[in-house]
T-cell receptor
Framework: NAGVTQTPKFRVLKTGQSMTLLCAQD?????MYWYRQDPGMGLRLIHY???????AKGEVPDGYNVSRLKKQNFLLGLESAAPSQTSVYFC??????????????FGPGTRLLVL | AQSVTQPDIHITVSEGASLELRCNYS??????LFWYVQSPGQGLQLLLK??????LVQGIKGFEAEFKRSQSSFNLRKPSVHWSDAAEYFC?????????????FGPGTSLSVIP
């Protein structure tokens, strides 16, 4: 049981390049989330998914796209990377929306540097 | 507006000393409250959470937190800090009967432990 895994762990991009971050969970969770973490700002929600084939915008969705083609995977895409997207990206998952009584599990993070 | 503040950006304590990390929130109703810990290079791990009932909540790793409605606070405490407690700590709040997309994270408090 690996929990939540993220690929890659670290990446350097040039401005304008594209990339996809992969999140995978093996806990059969319905809900998955993508956050970014910036110094002094805590975690901010980018996009989330309430189930296979669904996606929704979070607090800071601009410049990102997501897809949830399989229940266990949640992909975060950057079509044209900008320096402002330099950040640490965390994926998380939880069993259902009924609640916050369900624990949310986080991946180890992907550190992205955009030059 | 809903918000979470952690007044201390960085705290340094000696090993064996007691610890208190502050968290204040602004919320329209009684919220769900969480404390997470993030060790270097790791994702967030849930320490404890408060939903209702006893306002003193016990968590993992010897941590506890007290919900004080009158002060809109949810401070985290530990009686004796270990060197392995050095990490970033995040307070988070969310509404009752909601999902994690509605949870707001504080900016974090970085804890250093002097041997």
């Amino acid at each position: 049981n690996a929990g939540v895994t993220q690929t890659p762990k670290f990446r350097v991009l040039k401005t304008g390049q594209s990339m996809t971050l992969l999140c995978a969970q093996d806990m059969n969770h319905e809900y998955m989330y993508w956050y970014r973490q910036d110094p002094g700002m805590g975690l901010r929600l980018i996009h989330y998914s309430v189930g296979e084939g669904t996606t929704a915008k979070g607090e800071v969705p601009d410049g990102y796209n997501v897809s949830r083609l399989k229940k266990q995977n949640f992909l975060l895409g950057l079509e044209s990377a900008a320096p402002s997207q330099t950040s640490v990206y965390f994926c998380a998952s939880s069993y259902s929306a009924t609640g916050l009584q369900e624990t949310q599990y986080f991946g180890p993070g992907t550190r992205l540097l955009v030059l | 507006a809903q918000s979470v503040t952690q007044p201390d950006i960085h705290i340094t304590v000696s090993e064996g000393a007691s610890l208190e990390l502050r968290c204040n929130y602004s919320y329209g109703a009684t919220p769900y409250l969480f404390w997470y810990v993030q060790s270097p290079g790791q994702g967030l791990q849930l320490l404890l959470k408060y939903f209702s009932g006893d306002t003193l909540v016990q968590g993992i790793k010897g941590f506890e937190a007290e919900f004080k409605r009158s002060q809109s606070s949810f401070n985290l405490r530990k009686p004796s800090v270990h060197w392995s407690d050095a990490a970033e700590y995040f307070c988070a709040v969310g509404p009752m009967k909601a999902s994690y997309d509605k949870v707001i994270f504080g900016p974090g408090t970085s804890l250093s432990v002097i041997p």
